[in-house]
């Protein structure tokens, strides 16, 4: 009889525990952004303000593509879609979905940003 009411985990607690250290990674960075905020000179400094792209832009697109796969997958189910001929479905479908979501923030910013 316990065999049956064996605990069974759901799908949603992976993605909740993704999420959360998502959201974790998010405040962690903020909290670094901000630190760097009451430096008043240094080599820190002077290389965020030369590279801020680099430090602040690339982190924030992969987050936000994570915020969004994220999403998808916990409103929407699996993530599962054909690309070209290959089919993406169990893993392989967010982590392509991702990748597709950071190249697209990534391409929109260095359209908007000039890079030096």
Not at 8 to 13: A, D, E, G, K, S
Not at 64 to 80: A, K, L
């Amino acid at each position: 009889m316990l065999d049956e009411i064996a605990y069974q985990p759901t799908p949603q607690r992976p993605r909740r525990l993704g999420l959360a250290v998502g959201l974790l990674m998010l405040f962690a960075y903020a909290g670094f952004l901000v630190l760097t905020f009451f430096l008043t000179d240094g080599f820190l400094l002077r290389l965020l303000r030369e590279h801020y792209v680099f430090f602040v832009g690339l982190p924030i697109a992969a987050l936000i593509s994570f915020v969004i796969v994220s999403t998808f997958e916990t409103t929407r189910g699996d993530i599962q879609f054909e690309l070209g001929g290959l089919k993406f479905k169990g893993a392989s479908g967010p982590i392509v979905m991702w990748v597709l979501v950071y190249v697209a923030l990534i391409a929109s910013v260095s359209l908007v940003w000039p890079l030096h």
